[in-house]
């Protein structure tokens, strides 16, 4: 099933992102935390895709045996970092025959040990170039990336908003947020898009806290700020993971039940291959979840 019609015949999405192992080690932890993730029966899943060609390879074999063997609907990223078109194409075209639906594109990351990113050869600079590629040759229902604190690269939140409505019109059908901890960085993000008529649904991405160190480097690759309370809160339990981890559970917790009340389209955890913090969220969300439109639940939730 396409998002593009979840997001519009029902209450709010759920999801979450899992990103490929690097060996069968890991591969194995990620089938144990997708088989915890499973019995809450998401609306749909993500895999994460990286600029090396094996990391490719397993997103898609990934994305394909989460679907085949899970029924669970799954989406798979593609970002345009050291890939020509018709590396892109091919790619696209391996996922279409899986009998995937749904494609998130981005520009994606630099990558590691280069300051700026440049495009490879008959490649793509920009995001929006890969959505226009992708939509007119390829009929995926497509995600695209925003950023509630503006993209770190954008010289301004106007700027920024410019190239996320260029996006939109390039055929992206629903956005994502990046990662954030401060709700009305949200809602404002919100107002401004709908009055730069930009009219698709976007989903809000929650990062589960588990580690003030890790916290702190996701927040400041994506642009994105820690509230004062919050971190000091965090940084009282310095050394007490289980203490930081309970406290980001909370945190994640109020921000979904606010967020829900607000209205959001969905909600897309970043899990980083780990179940627990996501299930305790969802067990305290799940009745408000239910409780949406009327007592419908989200596309598979039980």
Request: aromatic residues 8%; contains cysteine.
């Amino acid at each position: 099933m396409k998002i593009r019609d979840m997001l519009a015949s029902g209450p709010p999405t759920v999801s979450f992102e899992f990103f490929p192992p690097k060996n069968e080690t890991g591969f194995v932890r990620l089938y144990k935390t997708i088989e915890a993730l499973r019995p809450l029966r998401p609306s749909y899943v993500s895999v994460t895709y990286g600029a090396g060609g094996s990391t490719r390879r397993r997103t898609v074999e990934l994305v394909a045996r989460i679907k085949r063997e899970t029924g669970i609907e799954a989406m798979a990223h593609i970002t345009c970092v050291g890939s020509a078109q018709d590396e892109i194409s091919a790619v696209l075209d391996t996922l279409a025959a899986s009998g995937i639906e749904n494609v998130l594109a981005l520009r994606g990351d630099p990558p590691r040990g280069l300051a700026r990113f440049e495009p490879a050869p008959g490649g793509f600079r920009y995001a929006n170039e890969l959505v226009g590629f992708i939509r007119g040759s390829h009929s995926f229902c497509l995600g695209a990336a925003c950023y509630p604190e503006t993209h770190p690269e954008a010289p301004s939140p106007e700027v920024d908003l410019a190239n996320l409505k260029r996006k939109v019109d390039a055929g992206a059908d629903f956005l994502i947020t990046q990662l954030f901890f401060d709700n009305q960085d949200f809602l404002r993000f919100r107002d401004r898009a709908v009055a730069a008529d930009i009219n698709v649904p976007i989903v809000a991405g929650i990062m589960p806290i588990r580690s003030l160190r890790q916290t702190k480097r996701f927040a400041e690759m994506c642009g994105a700020s820690l509230p004062g309370p919050l971190l000091e809160r965090l940084e009282s339990l310095r050394g007490d993971h289980p203490a930081i981890r309970a406290a980001g559970v909370d945190h994640a917790t109020r921000q979904c039940w606010d967020l829900l009340a607000e209205g959001v389209a969905g909600l897309h955890f970043y899990t980083l291959n780990h179940s627990r913090s996501t299930v305790a969220i969802y067990q305290s969300i799940r009745s408000q979840l239910v409780g949406q439109e009327g007592g419908r639940q989200p596309s598979g939730a039980t």
